[in-house]
């Protein structure tokens, strides 16, 4: 199944934003998030200033987070 994006890690954030989206609206505060997308959960974690898609993605995400008291982000290898 193709993402929505030619970049997998851009489908990749929007699945984070998404999965953390659920989680806020079941009352779940504390989580860690897994995802074997290395690009991805770098960019998420270390954050820096991109005028782009990619960057407003960012920013989406670290709006979010700041709603929840304790989100870790976790780069997992994909199992072959």
């Known amino acids: 199944m193709a993402g929505y994006f030619r970049e997998p890690h851009l489908d990749e954030v929007v699945a984070i934003?998404?999965?953390?989206?659920?989680?806020?609206?079941?009352?779940i505060d504390h989580e860690v998030v897994e995802s074997d997308c290395k690009e991805a959960i770098i960019a998420l974690n270390t954050p820096a200033e991109h005028n782009s898609e990619f960057g407003a993605m960012i920013r989406d995400y670290l709006r979010i987070k700041a709603k929840f008291q304790g989100i870790v982000l976790c780069w997992v290898r994909q199992c072959k």
Not at 17 to 27: D, H, N, Q, T
């Open 17 to 27: 934003w998404e999965a953390l989206s659920w989680l806020r609206s079941m009352g």
